[in-house]
């Protein structure tokens, strides 16, 4: 008999389960989630937006990459994506084939900082063809001393670093440096962490390695960076906020982004968070170590928002040096 | 026996009982090495994490500001998904480890259950939490939610529970079970009115010492999709929901997004700032305190509950 009983109340209360997950799925709630170097952002805007709202609607943010974030994209299972590049070819055709559009919004620039160690006096500025010397497939196994970088750097070893091939920010820089993305070698320490970079360049006199400016910023202390020469003849630009405003630092300076599924834009809810985002977004940005774009970028993009402009401007390319404006008045392409 | 003969008698066992002293060190520092880690890694997180361990700590969200962040998103979550692991695993358990001990015919389709059953305690957690992102989350369509990730957890921690089950049943002593059959008693009362008893704090130690594993778990949370931005907490039943205005259901909770302690902790250690390494660093001792608290429990429960059998 007893055993009959726990039979059906656990019967009971998987019918019930089932009622009342059918009633509290998604009310009120903003799913977001991909790159982890827009996260900062992200998780401010959010944070500001809960108190603005209090509590009205709640909003959640995850890290899985901006690849990784592409992928719940579109398959629909958030409302908007963390990018820390342009949307990709591949991830294009995922998304229309799930029946998914989306607006592609600019929300900061970040800068990609090459750092060395302190006591490092010989690298003090590289142009973009010696970094590509360093990071090119066929560097491979072949470069692995400073002095085949150029004849000047003593004959110390070449220890290279990079963040992991998950994320936005290598996509970007093999862009920029090697001139396709993902293009790269492949023996270097890879890590999806920065503060593990950190280190490894702390701890040796001949390392290098990349990532964005908040975290050099944080770091000012134990690393040193290094100014980038876009050419043999343009000048030496350090990395700042300054010089990624006026748009001197190139070609390591981008522009990172949110998408925003076009069907959750319906929900007054995301579309509220969104519009937050691109007034406060800016502010907010700089506050956690970012560059904010020129105001009429974000202005711009509250409009594309409003009317709803979908797709990308970029076409599954990633391109090194565009403005923001500029990409928010193009044709969308799906 | 001649002098000479003794005296290599005496060398022979002086010898022997050096080479004892010698193990007994090297015993000593093989023990030590692993405790004294982890005493100086435990003292290095309490240095650091200790200034933060303050009651806004505990009563505050996470924020982009590391002096106001805390943990309370990710402190609810992680009990909350403990209630959920223990109310899966438990019955669950339990109940699977009475049927191979006290009812299950001995054949090979039980041999392979068993051996199934032992080797699941080894299986990498990781495969755990990608069997739910494909079981619950989208095949039972659960979501990203609490009520995943405590079948996730429960289904981690059931062989624990399930071996720790039968090596208390097998402790009982024979003559218990044939004097309550000599009575007429049938399997069921047997369990439930005497085996149960005796083995309750055996079974207790292995549900806690499970449970001790699946808090500190972050691997299968990590694949199911645990967030790591949450500035709300699950509805509770009843209350009304900001967000909709209206009153919570009883298993609203269930299917809210969450986050636990090791992935707030997890998030923290990657942020560029000084100070949410410290937040990491107070997040870790906290959870190594909840680990050492239900250990030291169930080192306790065992203890008490033994001491009151009497064969």
């Not at chain 1, 320490?189 to 920065?194: G, I, P, Y």
Request: charged share 20%; hydrophobic share 45%; glycine share 8%.
């Amino acid at each position: 008999m007893k055993a009959r009983n726990i039979l059906k109340l656990s019967t009971l209360a998987t019918v019930l389960a089932g009622v009342f997950m059918a009633a509290g799925a998604h009310a009120g709630l903003v799913k977001v989630d991909g790159s982890s170097t827009v996260y900062p952002i992200t998780e401010a805007v959010a944070e500001e937006f809960q108190k603005a709202v209090r509590g009205k609607t709640k909003v959640t943010v995850g890290i899985s990459g901006t690849g990784g974030g592409f992928k719940k994209f579109c398959r629909g299972e958030t409302d908007i994506s963390n990018a820390s590049r342009p949307i990709l070819k591949k991830e294009m055709e995922d998304c229309k084939k799930a029946g998914i559009s989306y607006i592609e919004l600019p929300v900061a620039f970040d800068a990609l900082t090459v750092v060395v160690n302190k006591s490092n006096d010989w690298a003090n500025e590289l142009t973009v063809a010696e970094l590509k010397k360093m990071y090119e497939p066929a560097a491979q196994g072949k470069i692995n001393n400073w002095n085949q970088i150029r004849d000047s750097f003593p004959n110390q070893p070449l220890k290279l670093g990079s963040p992991g091939a998950d994320s936005g920010t290598f996509d970007y820089f093999t862009e920029a440096v090697v001139g396709k993305s993902k293009s790269s070698r492949g023996d270097f320490l890879a890590s999806e962490d920065d503060n593990v970079l950190v280190q490894f360049v702390q701890r040796d006199k001949s390392a290098l390695a990349y990532f964005g400016l908040a975290y050099y910023e944080e770091n000012k202390d134990k690393l040193k960076a290094v100014a980038i020469k876009a050419d043999e003849k343009s000048p030496a630009v350090l990395p700042s906020v300054q010089a990624t405003n006026n748009g001197s630092y190139q070609p390591l300076s981008r522009p990172i982004f949110i998408y925003v599924n076009a069907k959750s834009v319906d929900n007054p809810e995301v579309k509220s968070f969104v519009e937050f985002f691109m007034k406060h977004g800016g502010k907010l940005s700089k506050e956690v170590g970012y560059v904010d774009l020129p105001a009429n970028a974000y202005a711009l993009a509250l409009k594309n928002l409003q009317t709803k402009k979908t797709g990308t401007g970029f076409g599954g390319v990633a391109e090194v040096g565009v403005s923001v404006e500029e990409l928010l008045q193009r044709e969308g392409k799906h | 026996m001649t002098t000479p003969d003794l005296n290599s008698l005496r060398a022979m066992i002086a010898q022997h009982k050096r080479y004892d002293i010698l193990f007994g060190l090297v015993g000593l520092l093989a023990t030590m090495v692993g405790v004294v880690t982890l005493v100086a890694l435990f003292v290095d997180l309490i240095m650091d994490g200790y200034p933060r361990l303050t009651a806004t700590f505990f009563s505050s969200f996470p924020s982009r500001h590391p002096e106001e962040a805390g943990i309370l998103s990710s402190w609810v979550g992680s009990i909350l998904v403990m209630i959920t692991t223990a109310l899966a695993a438990i019955p669950m358990g339990v109940g699977a480890a009475i049927y191979l001990e006290e009812y299950a015919p001995k054949n090979w389709i039980t041999d392979i259950i068993e051996i199934n059953v032992t080797n699941l305690a080894g299986v990498p957690s990781i495969i755990y939490g990608l069997l739910a992102l494909g079981l619950f989350v989208y095949i039972l369509d659960f979501g990203q939610s609490i009520l995943t990730a405590g079948l996730t957890l429960g289904l981690l921690i059931l062989p624990v529970i399930i071996v720790a089950t039968r090596e208390s049943l097998r402790a009982i002593p024979i003559a218990i079970r044939e004097a309550a059959y000599a009575l007429g008693a049938t399997r069921w009362q047997l369990v439930s009115d005497h085996l149960l008893h005796y083995s309750s704090g055996g079974i207790m130690t292995g549900i806690i010492i499970g449970m001790a594993r699946a808090i500190g778990e972050t691997a299968p949370i990590i694949t199911i999709g645990a967030l790591t931005f949450i500035a709300f907490l699950p509805p509770a039943p009843f209350t009304i929901d900001p967000s909709t205005d209206m009153p919570a259901g009883l298993f609203d909770w269930l299917f809210s997004p969450f986050t636990v302690l090791p992935i707030q902790m997890f998030n923290w250690v990657s942020r560029p700032q000084v100070e949410f390494q410290l937040n990491a660093a107070a997040t870790g001792v906290v959870i190594i305190i909840a680990t050492l608290f239900m250990n030291s429990l169930a080192i306790w429960l065992r203890y008490r509950i033994r001491k009151n059998i009497k064969w």
